[in-house]
């Protein structure tokens, strides 16, 4: 066995340092160095009152389209009233336009008779005239009619395209419901960000900001600063850096004792070589080794 004798760093086997995803005043922090947190708690809070605003901007937007698609419906209903009602106007009308045919061909044969009782008898010319007169009314009764049936028809076909402008209109109102709760959701998901939450379970290394200070936002800005770190220590990183003439006996899994820490006297922790860097650093001709 070949032993190696190294001085090494303590690490958190994972540290953060929490940024805002958007800006605003911080509203409150709860923590601070060296505090104790758990994966999820909420450590800080912004407060950005102009997307709270386009949150409630959003809500009215969705609701007016819903309001809009809820008149679709029920011009769609209407025009589906006015349909039936159209249609049972056609068909009385044809139904009378029946009736008056007969009455007409009724009327005709009254005529045609007493013309031929005129040529062979000394009827009343009047007679002749008052069936002509009767069957002139008949005929005009079933042109009326015909143009009722037309209008009537008329109406059918527009209360038909009522129906499919409503329909139109409810699909373009679903669509915009859609939108609408699309926009909404992404304002409030970047309103979650607002809460800076803790990324895993571990201890606040550091603190940068105060309540009442104005945040900016991550996103795009060289300029921005974290709010605070982070540190997982109920496991830890033991990190070194191996000279090379020793990396060719070097080994994953390799026995590891980290012993004589200043902090913890007499204190003796074992454990194995868990990754290395794989590649030698430029400057030293070194490579990076960690134990957890």
């Known amino acids: 066995a070949q032993k190696i004798e190294m001085s090494a760093s303590v690490e958190g086997f994972e540290s953060a340092d929490l940024y805002a995803r ?20 909420v450590l800080a809070k912004l407060h950005v009152p102009e997307m709270i605003k386009e949150l409630e901007q959003k809500q009215s937007s969705i609701e007016e389209a819903e309001a809009h698609a809820a008149q679709a419906v029920a011009a769609i209903k209407q025009a589906v009233a006015e349909v039936a009602a159209a249609k049972a106007a056609l068909d009385q009308a044809k139904s009378e336009r ?10 005709k044969i009254e005529f045609d008779r007493w013309t031929e009782l005129s040529k062979t008898t000394s009827i009343e010319r009047r007679k002749v005239d008052e069936a002509r007169f009767v069957l002139d009314a008949a005929q005009a009764a079933i042109e009326s009619l015909e143009a ?16 499919d402008k409503a329909k139109a209109d409810e699909r373009a109102s679903l669509a915009q419901i859609n939108v609408a709760t699309k926009d909404h959701e992404q304002v409030a998901t970047m309103l979650q960000y607002a809460q800076i939450r803790a990324p895993f379970n571990g201890i606040v290394t550091q603190r940068l900001v105060h309540q009442g200070a104005f945040i900016q936002p991550a996103t795009n800005n060289s300029g921005a600063r974290p709010l605070m ?64």
């Open 22 to 41: 958007i800006g605003g005043y911080l509203e409150s922090i709860s923590v601070d160095i060296g505090d104790e947190v758990k994966q999820g708690q």
């Open 98 to 107: 029946t009736e008056k045919k007969a009455e007409r061909d009724l009327r």
């Open 148 to 163: 009722k049936i037309r209008t009537a028809m008329a109406n059918v076909d527009t209360a038909e395209a009522k129906i």
């Open 229 to 292: 770190s982070v540190s997982r220590i109920d496991k830890v990183r033991i990190s070194l850096d191996i000279p090379m003439k020793e990396v060719k006996v070097l080994d994953i899994g390799d026995r590891a004792v980290f012993d004589r820490i200043n902090v913890l006297p007499g204190e003796s922790f074992e454990g194995k070589v868990a990754r290395t860097a794989m590649a030698l650093n430029e400057v030293s001709r070194m490579m990076r080794m960690e134990i957890d």
